[in-house]
């Protein structure tokens, strides 16, 4: 997560320095300047210029970038790496204007080539979740790039300083998450994550509402019963994601057992198996336009031929 928001010239590009790419019709050629990265639209007539600001994603998926415009807001690129085909294609949400292109190559063509316009307020949700010390409108020269230990749990120079002096209080200047109630909590996570909020603003029903593991989840019998399942109870957010399947096995166990752990209420056993449960109760769902899978938090008894549910 600290890579999750980084200068433009320490992503991904930074290896195509001097190379061209072909995305959606358009060629796109990489140069580095003396503080930031730079790409051509060699098919443009005249050719385009533009300054890649940010990047958005660690590359481990995905990675999109911002170019600045003239105002002040930003242009997200009409390009983005993906680490699944290692290259470039049209970052997501964005439209595919190859059909399109007409002789000549006219002005609007050429600004959907270079990037989306991103209004103030969507650029501020954007860095918010991939940066600290966002300020809620304004200058964003002061964030701290990636979701470090004050993207979560705020400012702590206080903290630090008491707890340095040994000063007992210093664990009440700090913001712990852990604190919060069960519902609070969950979204907490799913303020970057995603809650039922944004599936009602985005309308992201069904099967792209998968990519919004809060709401997932709750969504689940897990979540409806006394012991409301936290995001916390299978991923700990001070270490990297476990990707083995395996893993989660003891997870779900705790309570889907004759005698659940820690306090927790004993729930139906499964009479299929005691491993490997997420690969048949949280499938994965592949979504082409990112060129990933995601991991349905919807747990729950999959149906063969069953439409993804709402």
Request: charged share 20%; aromatic share 8%; proline share 6%.
């Amino acid at each position: 997560m600290a890579r999750t928001l980084q200068p433009a010239k320490d992503g991904v590009v930074a290896s195509y320095f001097g190379k061209s790419i072909t995305v959606d019709g358009f060629t796109y050629r990489f140069a580095k300047t003396p503080e930031a990265v730079s790409f051509n639209l060699t098919t443009a007539k005249p050719p385009v210029s533009e300054t890649l600001l940010w990047a958005f994603g660690s590359g481990a998926i995905s990675q999109v970038y911002l170019t600045p415009q003239h105002d002040g807001s930003f242009n997200e690129s009409h390009f983005s790496y993906f680490k699944k085909i290692n290259g470039f294609d049209v970052t997501p949400a964005q439209p595919k204007i190859r059909d399109l292109l007409r002789a000549g190559n006219d002005d609007q063509e050429m600004k959907n080539a270079v990037g989306r316009r991103v209004s103030a307020e969507e650029s501020t949700r954007c860095f918010s979740c991939h940066a600290a010390n966002v300020p809620a409108k304004g200058d964003l020269t002061a964030i701290v790039p990636g979701v470090n230990c004050e993207a979560c749990h705020g400012p702590g120079g206080n903290h630090s300083a008491a707890m340095r002096a040994g000063l007992a209080q210093g664990s009440g200047l700090i913001f712990n998450p852990a604190n919060l109630s069960a519902v609070d909590r969950v979204d907490f996570c799913g303020s970057c994550h995603g809650t039922s909020l944004d599936i009602l603003t985005e309308g992201s029903a069904g099967l792209a509402s998968v990519r919004f593991p809060a709401y997932r989840l709750q969504n689940s019998k897990c979540w409806s019963n006394d012991n409301r399942i936290q995001c916390t109870a299978c991923h700990d957010p001070h270490r990297s994601i476990e990707k083995d399947a395996s893993v989660y096995d003891s997870r779900c166990l705790a309570c889907h057992t004759a005698k659940a752990m820690n306090g927790a209420r004993a729930e139906k056993t499964c009479p299929k198996a005691t491993k490997d449960c997420v690969s048949c109760h949280m499938p994965k769902y592949d979504f082409p336009n990112v060129h990933t899978a995601f991991t349905d938090h919807q747990i729950r008894v999959v149906k063969p031929g069953e439409e993804v549910p709402m």
